[in-house]
C-alpha cells in the first residue's frame, strides 16, 4: 500500500467524523485521540472525539489495513504520533 493509499484512508476517517454531527446537540466533533488496536486479527483505528459545543464524547472504529505490521511497535507509534 502506497502512502497516498494510507493518506486516503486517513482522509476519509475523518470526513466521516466531521459529517457525523452530536447525537445531543448537532454541533461538531474534535478529534481528542488516535489509538490503534487489534481484535480477532483485525486492526483497527480508535478515534476519541468530544463535541465542541457540549462536550458529549463519541468514539469511532474503523478498519485499519494500512498498518501493515501489527506487532512492529515503532511503526505503530510512528502513526499515532503522526495523526495525534
Do not use: H, R
Not at 454541533?27 to 486479527?41: K, L, N, P, R, W
Amino acid at each position: 500500500m502506497t502512502i497516498l493509499d494510507v493518506m486516503k484512508y486517513v482522509e476519509s476517517e475523518f470526513s466521516i467524523i466531521t459529517k457525523t454531527p452530536c447525537e445531543i446537540c448537532g454541533g461538531d466533533y474534535i478529534t481528542e485521540d488516535i489509538d490503534v488496536y487489534e481484535d480477532d486479527g483485525i486492526l483497527y483505528d480508535y478515534v476519541e472525539c468530544i463535541c465542541s459545543n457540549c462536550g458529549f464524547e463519541k468514539n469511532f472504529k474503523f478498519t485499519a489495513p494500512f498498518i501493515e505490521d501489527p506487532k512492529d511497535e515503532k511503526k505503530l507509534n510512528e502513526y499515532k504520533t503522526k495523526y495525534n
